[in-house]
Each structure stands twice: as C-alpha cells, then as structure tokens.
C-alpha cells in the first residue's frame, strides 16, 4: 500500500497528502477496482434481461449476513457470500430447468430472501436498526484487505469474460441454441450468476443495498446507446462506471452526501447524456 500512498501523493487535493486521510486513499483505490466489475457484469446483466437479478442478490447477501450474525461469526460476510452463491445457483437451476422468466425468477427469489433476512433478524424481538448500515453503506470503511480481495475477483471475472463471453452470451440470448452447440448452459449461467452474487455481496456493505442495482444496470444501459460493437460496449461500459465511481467519490466528498448514492446520481446523467447522442447519431 505504501507505493499506492505515495502515488496519490501526487494527487491536487488535501487529502492526498502524505500520511493523512488514508481512508480517502483506500476508498479512491476501491472505487478503481470494483468499478470495472461493474461494469463488466453491467453488460451481460442488461443483454441477459436481468436488471433485478442483483436486487435479488443484495437481499440474499442481506439474509446471510442476518444468519452468520445469529450464528455468532465474527466477519459475517463470508457467509453471506456462500449464501448469496447457493441462491445464485439456485435461481440458475430454476430458471433452467422450468423455462420460468427471469422477471418472475428474480421476484420469487428476491421476495422470499428478503423475508428470509427480516424474520431472522427481528426473530426474538431483535431491533433491525443494527443493518441499517448496509442500506446506505459507507465506502470510506473499506479496508486494504477487502480491496486486495476485490481485485483478485476481478481478474477472475476478467479470465471469464477473455474465456467465456461469447458462450454466455449466445447462452442468455438463444438457450436451445447454445445446447445445440455444445455449450454447458447451466454451468456457464452459473458462473455468471456467481460473479454478481461474490461482487454484490462483498459491496453492499460501501455502496449500499438501495443503490447497488444502479451499478449493475446504468453503465451498460449508457454504453449501448453509444456502441457500435461489442468491443465499444465493453469499454464504454468500463470506462463509463470508472469515470462516475472516481467523479461519485469526489462529490460526496466535498458534498459530505452518500458515496453509492453519489455515484448513482453521475451514472444517472450519464445515461440521459448518452440519450441525447443516440438522438443525435
């Protein structure tokens, strides 16, 4: 960390200065890697037809965290990762095997974890004011562990995009299709599904669960106004939701307001901004 302290030394604002505000540090650091994860999920997320998949997600991971809280864990987020991971294959495995839509998947899904996560944590007469946190979140608590963690997902999910787009997104567009190619369909949608479940789960907890949807969907949705092919997708998409992350962080900043919120208002206006170029092209 001491390379990245020095680094952002060179930045032009006080809190870059050596030794002060390494919260600011981690955060912008954050906002680098977990931005491109965005942005990457974003577009099979929005050509998949899945924009409340995370929502679903974020209410499992919510319903995790409640039951390794109960079970007396001293980090409950690696439960609530294992346990947004089996309702990820879950989903997967329903939505296959009964041809159900993915609108009607998710709301199951998502009603039933977020029931789920309120019982268990009101059960005995419990107060759910100690989960407020992560309906807003708070950026500025990621520690250099958590980061660390995050970017070895995102080269993870870099080697699946290098190795498996293609296959996953025939796989979500024509399913009949990709069986008939040979293409493991279950597998492949699992894998994806994973990827958002690992991702929105490790996050909720900076950006906010009432906001994190908006990472999973607006960076896409902006960059496929402005695409012309699916390597411009990609990029804008990155490049898109690494722009608002750095610029949301700065806001809420000098704004004192919600990081998460913050970026989501940029992300936002960069979707009606790309509107109007669409109109325009």
Excluded at 110 to 115: G, K, R
Excluded at 185 to 209: D, E, P, Q, R, Y
Excluded at 246 to 270: F, K, R
């Amino acid at each position: 960390m001491e390379f990245w302290y020095w680094l952002v030394s060179w930045l032009p604002f006080e809190w870059a200065a050596p030794d002060s505000m390494l919260f600011m540090k981690h955060a912008l650091l954050a906002i680098l890697v977990v931005t491109p994860l965005f942005g990457l999920l974003s577009t099979m997320v929005v050509e998949s037809r899945m924009a409340f998949f995370s929502d679903a997600l974020g209410h499992s991971a919510f319903t995790g965290m409640a039951i390794g809280a109960i079970c007396g864990l001293a980090d409950p987020v690696g439960g609530a990762v294992v346990f947004a991971i089996v309702i990820a294959f879950l989903f997967t495995l329903v939505r296959q095997k009964t041809r159900m839509a993915s609108d009607t998947a998710i709301s199951v899904f998502s009603s039933a974890a977020v029931a789920l996560g309120i019982f268990i944590s009101t059960m005995g007469g419990q107060s759910f004011t100690k989960f407020n946190s992560l309906l807003i979140g708070d950026i500025l608590s990621v520690s250099p562990a958590e980061i660390g963690l995050l970017a070895i997902i995102l080269i993870l999910v870099v080697v699946l995009w290098v190795t498996s787009f293609n296959q996953m997104m025939l796989s979500s567009v024509h399913q009949a299709l990709a069986d008939s190619r040979g293409i493991k369909v279950v597998w492949k949608n699992f894998l994806f599904t994973a990827a958002i479940a690992a991702v929105v789960t490790i996050t909720m907890s900076w950006v906010g669960l009432l906001v994190i949807n908006s990472l999973l969907v607006l960076p896409a949705a902006a960059a496929r106004n402005l695409s012309r092919n699916l390597h411009q997708y990609h990029l804008i998409s990155v490049l898109g939701g690494l722009v608002c992350g750095i610029g949301g962080l700065m806001v809420s900043y000098y704004l004192g307001a919600s990081t998460g919120a913050s970026i989501t208002v940029l992300l936002a206006l960069w979707f009606f901004l790309s509107l109007l170029f669409k109109g325009k092209h």
